[in-house]
């Protein structure tokens, strides 16, 4: 079984078929799930509403389930990792 180290050695799947192939022999490495869990802090958070596609939804709920964590969470993970890297990127950033 080889162990995943980083969310980019998963490769985009063209079908369920490839996908479930490739977890059939791959798993995560538990130190790569930890850290990608969603740790609150103490401060309040805002909800707000977004509109997807379904076929979009369908498609993010099911690399979340790929990963175990939760659809929101791993959306929030994505937002904070490309406010990063955006930040990174400004002219005196």
């Known amino acids: 079984m080889n162990t995943i180290q ?33 740790q609150p802090d103490s401060r309040e958070s805002t909800t707000i509403t977004l509109r997807f596609d379904p076929r979009m939804l369908a498609r993010i709920k099911r690399l979340a389930r790929s990963r175990y964590l939760n659809y929101q969470s791993m959306m929030k993970q994505w937002l904070a990792e490309r406010i990063e890297e955006e930040q990174d990127n400004l002219p005196n950033g």
Not at 12 to 38: A, I, V, Y
């Open 6 to 38: 980083s969310w980019n050695d998963i490769p985009n799947f063209e079908s369920d078929e490839d996908e479930s192939t490739f977890w059939n022999q791959h798993e995560l490495d538990p130190k790569l799930m930890s850290s990608s869990t969603h």
